[in-house]
């Protein structure tokens, strides 16, 4: 439930950032963003802290998980640094305008949507064949992100990745959720966290030595098929 009202408003939220945008500028974008941030964490300071002291140390948050996990980590960072990647091209060689792209991250979010209502159900009988699955097509979809020309190229590819982000972010949260609780939480969160940040560091260091936006997304092509281990 959490995950379908976070895409929903992941679909309403760029249409309306473009809009802002068009009208009034930045200025006016970044107050109405920083006043949301300030209204969204009131209610934490009415939350009860629970202090536990915890040892553990990064070595050990390391060691102690499983080679399968941080290397889907990896590739769930490297996606989302190459989503970045992505709409940088988009704007600065295709659509070169702000309405056009709060459209292209609205359809992906859009897709996203649909794609948790049909997948849900099904990720709870066959989480790893959708995981894999969802990796292959993945892969196909940044490969053919590598080779859009056009508007109705961003328009068609961001709706197939949105549903396909789906096919591959419902099994892989499940089945991390599910090996976190096998373990100790704090530590797989904190590796899961180290892994992600990994993916998109390295991701960016690419771009500085291919010097090429469209050609780095080819990346995705590669990391999409690390999903296949599982």
Same mark, same amino acid.
């Given at each position: 439930v959490s995950y379908f009202f976070r895409v929903l408003f992941l679909i309403i939220g760029p249409l309306i950032g473009?809009? =802002?945008?068009? &009208? %009034?500028g930045f200025k006016p974008l970044f107050i109405v963003v920083s006043l949301l941030f300030f209204v969204s964490g009131l !209610?934490?300071?009415?939350?009860?802290?629970? $202090?536990? $002291? &915890?040892? *553990?140390s990064i070595k050990q948050v390391i060691t102690d998980q499983r080679l399968k996990y941080g290397i889907g980590f990896f590739s769930f960072g490297a996606d989302l640094g190459l989503w970045l990647?992505?709409?940088? *091209? @988009?704007y600065t060689s295709i659509i070169k305008g702000y309405t /056009?792209? /709060?459209?292209?991250?609205?359809? =992906?979010?859009?897709?996203?949507?649909?794609?948790?209502?049909? &997948? /849900?159900?099904?990720?709870?009988l066959y989480r790893n064949n959708l995981l894999r699955v969802g990796g292959v097509f993945s892969s196909a979809v940044w490969l053919f992100k590598s080779y859009a020309s056009s508007v109705l190229h961003v328009n068609l590819l961001s709706s197939v990745y949105g549903f396909v982000s789906g096919? =591959? %972010?419902? !099994?892989f949260t499940a089945l991390g959720y599910d090996e976190a609780l096998d373990g100790d939480v704090l530590e797989f969160t904190i590796f899961r966290e180290i892994m992600i940040h990994? /993916?998109? @560091? &390295?991701? *960016?260091i690419l771009v500085l030595f291919i010097n090429d936006l469209q050609s780095t997304l080819l990346i995705g092509s590669i990391t999409s098929l690390l999903y296949l281990i599982f």
């Open positions: 473009s809009f =802002v945008l068009n &009208i %009034a !209610p934490l300071l009415k939350t009860k802290d629970t $202090r536990k $002291r &915890i040892k *553990f990647i992505w709409s940088v *091209f @988009i /056009g792209l /709060g459209l292209a991250s609205s359809l =992906v979010a859009l897709f996203m949507l649909l794609s948790t209502l049909v &997948i /849900g159900k099904l990720s709870d096919l =591959v %972010a419902i !099994p990994l /993916g998109k @560091i &390295i991701v *960016f």
